[in-house]
C-alpha cells in the first residue's frame, strides 16, 4: 500500500490508519491492547495450545520487552537518536502491510493515528519517503537490499545508531506477524488479512560450503574501550566472544534492543517445546535459504545430518522437499515455506502437517517461533553487513 497525502492534517497517513471519515483509525481499540506482542490471541487457546504457550513464556515475555524498547510511549530525540515514535509505528505499519496480518495493521494504525510527524517540509518528506520505502523492500524482499540502499539511509539523515533501530523494528515486525499468524491458526482463529505484496520468488540457489563464515559490518561498530555502560553491560551478556564480532558490535549501538533481541533468541534456542534439535536447525536452514541469508542457513546447515537434504535446500526450496524422506523433515520444511512466504494466508489448515507428522501442540509452536525468529534474524544479518570466507567474499 502506498502512502497518501492527507490535506485536512498536513500530514502523512497510510491508507489503513483511517477511517472513511479519515478522522479515526479502522479499529481504535487495536492500540490499547495489554498484550502488544500477540494481541491478545492467547484468549483464544484451548488447554493444548494454553500449556505450550506456557511453556515458551519465556519467549513472549522477551518478545514483548522488545515491543516496548522499540516502541515505547515516548522517544527522547537526540543528535545520534533521530528516528521519532512517529517514524517508528510508521515503519511497523509499512512492515504490517506488507505482510498483510490484519491484527498486526489494526494494532499498528491505531497507535500511529493520533501522532503528529515532526514537519510537513520537503525534506521531512524526502526522508519519511525513503525509510518507506527501504522499509518495504527489506520486508518484503530482504535479498534485494544492497550497500547502496543502506547509504540511502544515511544520505536522509539516519545516523548508525537510527540505522540499527531502524533494521530491529523492520525484523521485528516481520517476526511478530508471523508468530501472530501462527499462534493465530494453531488457535483456529478465522484468517483475517489485507492485501499484501506479491509473493517473490526465493533467493537464488547458493551451493554449501564447510568454509569457516564471518560476518563483516557494513557500518561503523561500537568500539569496546568507548562503550557507554549500557552498552558494556549488553555485550557482557550476549553469546561468547560478541566483543570480536561486529556483529554484535553493531547491534549495540541500540545496546536495549539487543538486550530483549537476545532474550528472544536464547529462550527460542531452550528446549521448553521439545522440538528435536535437528528440525530446529531445518526450519531455521529453510527459511534462511528462502531469505538468501548465507550465513544463517550456513551456520546450522552442520547440525542437520542429512548431507543430501542439506545440499537440495541450498539449490531450491522445492529440490529440499523432494529429497525429506522424513515426514517431520517435510513439514516442517513445507510450514515454515508458507509462513514465510504468506503470512497473511496461513491457516489451521497450514499447521496439519506438522500434526499428521506426529508433533503435538508445542512441538508446533517451536517450528513456528523458530521459522518467525530467522525472519528478524536474517533481515539484519543480510542488511546490515557481509558474509566472509577465508579466501572471497560473499553475500
Sequence with gaps: MELRRQQHNLQWYHET??????????????????????LGLGAFADEALNTALRLRNGVFSASLASYHVLFPDKVILSHSV??????????????????????????????????????????????LAQITQYARQLASQPMLICHK?????????????????????????????????????????????VPSFPYSADAEGIAFTDRELAWQ?????????????????????SPPQVHSESYYLLLAHDASALRERNGVFININAKDGGLPAQLKALATLAVSRINGSRYCAAAVAQDIQDAGLVNALFATLTQGLAKASNPASQAVIRVVADL?????????????????????????????????FYAWENRLRQTLGETTFSDSRGR
Design 82 to 127: 533521530t528516528l521519532s515514535l512517529y517514524d517508528r509505528l510508521s515503519t511497523a505499519l509499512t512492515v504490517a502491510q506488507v505482510t498483510g496480518v490484519q491484527y498486526l495493521c489494526s494494532h499498528y494504525a491505531a497507535r500511529l493515528a493520533p501522532l503528529h510527524s515532526s514537519d510537513a517540509s520537503r525534506e521531512s518528506n524526502i526522508r
Design 217 to 237: 559490518s557494513r557500518l561503523p561498530v561500537v568500539t569496546v574501550d568507548e562503550a557507554s555502560a549500557e552498552q558494556r553491560q549488553v555485550l557482557d551478556h
Design 17 to 38: 490508519q483511517s477511517s472513511m471519515s479519515g478522522a479515526t483509525p479502522l479499529e481504535p481499540q487495536a492500540a490499547t491492547l495489554r498484550d502488544r506482542f500477540l
Design 340 to 372: 514465510t512466504h504468506t503470512p497473511e494466508q496461513f491457516t489451521s489448515q497450514s499447521v496439519q502437517p506438522l500434526f499428521s507428522s506426529g508433533l503435538n501442540q508445542a512441538q508446533a509452536l517451536d517450528v513456528i517461533l523458530t521459522g518467525a
Design 149 to 193: 540502499a543502506l547509504q540511502q539511509l544515511g544520505n536522509v539523515g539516519l545516523s548508525p545508531v537510527d540505522i540499527v533501530t531502524f533494521s530491529q523494528i523492520i525484523g521485528f515486525v516481520s517476526y511478530q506477524a508471523r508468530v501472530v499468524a501462527g499462534v493465530a491458526a494453531l488457535a483456529g482463529r478465522p484468517t483475517v488479512s
